[in-house]
């Protein structure tokens, strides 16, 4: 089966901090995967993607087969990061298939 | 570029009640997707076009909802009659025909309450 699980609802981290946010897939095959982001009374938007492996606002995120993991790092959070962040697998029937989401709060 | 364009963006009915979901996709994006986005849930797809055509469809209840795509680019999503569970955030997204990639472009939703 096609899964997606991010195990923290809710993060909460101080500026400057550390933070990743967790993804794990089940998808046999090779997967695709994002990270979308939705910031307060804004649409849902890509953040990153695995193929393109670049780092946008300075997040990145590492896919790793061996433990079919896919979390969002960046090694200082700021106040402007606080928002819903999905991990998202690209299915094999074309659609998106979602984590429920994690809610990032840092703290000023 | 506009983005993905979706009226209205609330809405509050009465349950047994019919209500529609109007969606219009980025220019020249031949695939159209609605989600269903409950709260504390993570979008899950309702249904796939690709131009005119539902190519999946497999999770969209057919006892009360129906979506159309006539002409390959604007989309209504219909309930008829709502319930009270149906109260949701509805989504279209939209992807580029062609694409290599899964990357869809979301527009804001429809808030539905119903009462």
């Known amino acids: 089966a096609q899964r997606v699980t991010q195990p923290e609802k809710l993060l909460s981290v101080f500026k400057g901090a550390p933070v990743e946010l967790k993804c794990n897939y089940s998808y046999s095959g090779s997967p695709e995967l994002f990270w979308y982001v939705q910031y307060s009374r804004q649409r849902l938007q890509l953040l990153l993607r695995?193929?393109s492996r670049e780092s946008i606002k300075g997040f990145t995120a590492d896919l790793n087969k061996g433990e079919t993991s896919f979390h969002l790092k960046k090694p200082f959070a700021q106040e402007e990061d606080s928002a819903m962040y999905y991990c998202a697998l690209g299915g094999s029937q074309g659609n998106l298939i979602f984590g429920k989401g994690t809610k990032l709060s840092v703290k000023p | 570029e506009a983005g993905v364009v979706q009226s209205p963006r609330y809405k509050i009915i009465e349950k047994k009640q019919p209500v529609a979901f109007w969606c219009n996709p980025i220019s020249g994006h031949n695939t159209l997707y609605w989600y269903l986005q409950n709260l504390g849930q993570g979008p899950e797809l309702l249904i796939r076009y690709e131009n005119e055509e539902a190519v999946d469809d497999s999770q969209l209840p057919k006892d009360r909802f129906s979506a159309e795509r006539l002409k390959g680019v604007d989309s209504t999503l219909k309930i008829q009659p709502a319930e009270l569970g149906d109260s949701a955030v509805y989504l279209c997204?939209?992807?580029?025909?062609?694409?290599?990639?899964?990357?869809?472009?979301f527009g804001p939703g429809t808030r539905l309450t119903v009462l």
């Open positions: 695995h193929i």
């Open positions: 997204a939209s992807r580029k025909g062609g694409s290599s990639y899964n990357e869809q472009f």
